[in-house]
C-alpha cells in the first residue's frame, strides 16, 4: 500500500515540537534559499549514440532546524525544476518530479526513557544497476521514492553498566515507477548493552520483522545478533556483531531459510596524517524492483589527512537475489580529494575517480566502468557559485552497456 505521507509527518513534528513538556529553551532557525544551474549533458539516454541537450534547473529550498535538548527535528525540503532546451518531453516540473524532502527528528517525551523517531525521505534513486548509470544523471534509469520511517521505543538503564531496549519501527517504501516494488516493513526488536569498560562493551538483540512486498515474495523474518564496540588502544578500534536470520516466507511455494549474517569494522590512525579503515558485512537489503537480495561486502579505505586530502578505497560487493537466479558482482577503486586553494579559504576544489568491474550472472556480462570529476566552489556572505565537470564511460558487449557520457555544470546557490 503507497502512503503518501510526508506533508503528514511534517505536521506530526511540528505537533510533537508543540506539545512535548519543555525542559530548556528552543531554539529554531529557518533558512530559505534558492539554486540556479545550467548543465551540458552529451548523452541524456546513456546509450551507444546519445542525444546533447542544455538543461536548465531552478531549486527553491528550505531548511528548518529546532532543537529543545535533547529532542532535535531537521527539515530539508527543495524543488528542482528541469527545463531541457532540446527535448522538452523529459521536463520535471510537476510536485512529485520535482521535490526532494528529508526530515530527521527524535524526540523525548519521557526523559531519558521513550524516544520516538521520525523520519521521511523523499528523493531519486537508481532502479536497476545493470542498466546505464551516471551520477548526475537525473533521468536514464533512476526514479522517484518515499521512505517514511517511524520508531518509538523505550531505553532505560537496568544497572550502572547495563541498558535494555525495546522498540517498535513500521517503514513504508513506494516508488514512483509502477516497476518499482512498493514495501511495507514492521520490525519489533529487544536488546541489552553490557559496559564491561569504558572501552569494551558488548549487545545482545532479537529483532522480528514482518516484510510485506507488493510485487516479491513476502516473509516473517526472526534475527538473533551479538556484538560488541572495542577500542583497543587510543589510535585502533573494532565493532562487530554476527548472528543468524531466519525466513518464513507467506502463501506456501517456498521452503524457509536459514542464514548467518555479520559485520566486522577495524579503524587504525596510523599517524596524523594517515588513517586506515576497512570492513566485512553479509546482510539483506531491498532492491527497487527485484526483492531481497543478500549482499556480502568488502571495503578498505586508505585517508590521507594532512593539508591536500586524499582518500583511497576498494570495494568488492557480491548481490544475491532471493527470488530469481540473479548474482551481481562488482569490485573497483575510488580515490576522492579534497583541493584547498591558498589564495583564499572561500576558494575549494574537489576531484575524484572510479574504475569498477561489473560480472552480471547467469548470464555472465561484464561491464568496465570508469569516471573522473572536477569541480570548484566559491563561497562569500549568501552565495555559493560551482563549475564542475564529469566524463563517464561504460565499456560492454551489450550495446545496452556501451556508452560515454560528458557532464558540464555551472550553479549559484542563494541562502537568505
Do not use: C
Amino acid at each position: 500500500m503507497r502512503i503518501e505521507l510526508s506533508t503528514l509527518l511534517i505536521a506530526a513534528g511540528l505537533l510533537a515540537m508543540a506539545v512535548i513538556p519543555s525542559r530548556s529553551r528552543a531554539e529554531l532557525v529557518v533558512t530559505p534559499g534558492v539554486s540556479f544551474r545550467q548543465e551540458y549533458n552529451d548523452n541524456i539516454h546513456l546509450v551507444q549514440h546519445g542525444q546533447d541537450d542544455f538543461i536548465t534547473t531552478v531549486g527553491p529550498k528550505i531548511t528548518v532546524v529546532w532543537l529543545q535538548d535533547p529532542s532535535r527535528l531537521t527539515l530539508d525540503y527543495g524543488l528542482g525544476f528541469m527545463l531541457f532546451a532540446k527535448h522538452p518531453e523529459n521536463n520535471k516540473i510537476t510536485l512529485d518530479q520535482a521535490q526532494t524532502a528529508l526530515l530527521q527528528s527524535t524526540f523525548n517525551p519521557v526523559k531519558d526513557t521513550l524516544f520516538l523517531r521520525l523520519s521521511d525521505t523523499y528523493y531519486r534513486v537508481p532502479i536497476d544497476e545493470r542498466r546505464p548509470v551516471v551520477v548526475g544523471n537525473l533521468i536514464t534509469n533512476m526514479t522517484n521514492t518515499n521512505d517514511l520511517l517511524v520508531n518509538p521505543y523505550l531505553e532505560r538503564p537496568l544497572t550502572k553498566t547495563v541498558t535494555a531496549r525495546i522498540g517498535y519501527q513500521y517503514e513504508n517504501v513506494w516508488y514512483n515507477e509502477d516497476a518499482g516494488n512498493n514495501t511495507q516493513i514492521h520490525t519489533a526488536d529487544v536488546g541489552l548493552t553490557k559496559e564491561f569498560t569504558p572501552n569494551f562493551s558488548t549487545s545482545l538483540s532479537y529483532r522480528y520483522v514482518l516484510h510485506r512486498a507488493a510485487k516479491s515474495d513476502s516473509y516473517n523474518n526472526q534475527i538473533e545478533t551479538l556484538g560488541a564496540a572495542w577500542q583497543i588502544m587510543p589510535r585502533v578500534s573494532f565493532n562487530g556483531s554476527v548472528g543468524n536470520t531466519t525466513f518464513e516466507y507467506q502463501g506456501g511455494g517456498r521452503t524457509n531459510t536459514k542464514s548467518l549474517v555479520w559485520t566486522a569494522q577495524g579503524a587504525y590512525l596510523i599517524n596524523d596524517k594517515f588513517s586506515l579503515d576497512g570492513g566485512y558485512s553479509e546482510n539483506y537489503a531491498d532492491s527497487v524492483e527485484q526483492g531481497t537480495m543478500k549482499n556480502e561486502s568488502v571495503k578498505v579505505t586508505l585517508s590521507y589527512l594532512g593539508r591536500l586530502p586524499l582518500a583511497v578505497s576498494y570495494q568488492k560487493t557480491n548481490s544475491i537475489y532471493l527470488d530469481l537466479s540473479r548474482e551481481d558482482r562488482s569490485d573497483g577503486i575510488t580515490v576522492e580529494s579534497n583541493i584547498p586553494i591558498s589564495l583564499t579559504p572561500r576558494l575549494n576544489g574537489h576531484i575524484s575517480g572510479t574504475y569498477s568491474t561489473y560480472q552480471f550472472l547467469p548470464a555472465n556480462e561484464k561491464v568496465y566502468k570508469y569516471s573522473g570529476s572536477f569541480s570548484m566552489e566559491y563561497e562569500i556572505k549568501v552565495t555559493k557559485i560551482a563549475f564542475g565537470y564529469t566524463y563517464s564511460v561504460s565499456d560492454s558487449k551489450s550495446v545496452a552497456n556501451d556508452y560515454k557520457n560528458n557532464i558540464a555544470f555551472v550553479q549559484a546557490n542563494f541562502t537568505f
